[in-house]
């Protein structure tokens, strides 16, 4: 199923750099878009969700959605070593609908 | 900080066996899902439940799989007659109600079928 593509990575920046992690979809009916922080062997940790397309941002995190071009960004700022982990995509059709998850990113930031 | 609770973390079963997941969802939320993440693949969605009733289902979500809310505080995922393609994480989630997309995931139940 290729509904959500995500580049799976493995992705190693230095501290302080500026990380994009960016997801492809199929769905053009996609209205909402989470962004997940997983561990490893851990459950799957909200960062942030959007509804339709434009921005959002949360400290050192911005979530950015293009709905035309059927791409989603994750931009994480000043990056740290406790960002490193996997970061999955997610979005639905609708509130209360199933997500569809991307394969995820492992990101490594080094000290 | 309110979480979603699974045990046991860690499950080891014979093939054909029954096994039963539980997750204590936080304790305002309305709507319960369970997915699992076959190790190395895409997070997939098994099963939405709300007010006592399946909302959504997947096609992996067959006669072998059951749920169910046996009082006010668990919800549970059976597995009837396990096989090994079971195998997996099986991640239970919450969400306030049907109109939020802010699910919160448990740390989840690793199911190893032998």
């Known amino acids: 199923q290729k509904e959500v593509e995500q580049d799976p990575g493995p992705l190693s920046v230095p501290e302080g750099a500026i990380v994009s992690l960016n997801c492809t979809y199929s769905?053009?009916?996609?209205?909402?878009f989470m962004w997940y922080r997983q561990y490893s062997r851990k459950g799957p940790e909200l960062l942030m969700y959007?509804?339709?397309?434009g921005n959002k941002e949360d400290g050192r995190f911005t979530a950015q959605v293009d709905k035309s071009s059927k791409y989603i960004s994750l931009f994480i700022r000043d990056s740290q070593p406790s960002d490193s982990a996997t970061y999955l995509c997610a979005m639905t059709l609708q509130t209360g609908n199933q997500f569809y998850f991307g394969t995820g990113t492992s990101l490594t930031v080094i000290p | 900080e309110p979480e979603v609770t699974q045990t046991p973390s860690h499950q080891v079963t014979q093939m054909g066996q029954e096994v039963i997941l539980r997750c204590v969802p936080i304790?305002?939320?309305?709507?319960f899902y369970w997915y699992r993440q076959i190790l190395g693949q895409k997070v997939e969605f098994l099963v939405s439940f709300y007010n006592n009733e399946i909302s959504e289902k997947s096609e992996i979500f067959d006669d072998q799989f059951s749920v169910e809310r046996p009082d006010g505080s668990n919800f549970t995922l059976k597995i009837r007659s396990t096989k090994l393609e079971d195998s997996a994480m099986y991640f239970c989630?919450?969400?306030?109600?049907?109109?939020?997309?802010?699910?919160?995931f448990g740390q989840g139940t690793r199911l190893t079928v032998v």
């Open positions: 989630a919450s969400s306030l109600d049907a109109r939020s997309t802010e699910a919160f």
């Open positions: 959007t509804y339709s397309s």
């Open positions: 304790s305002n939320h309305l709507y």
């Open positions: 769905n053009s009916a996609f209205q909402y």
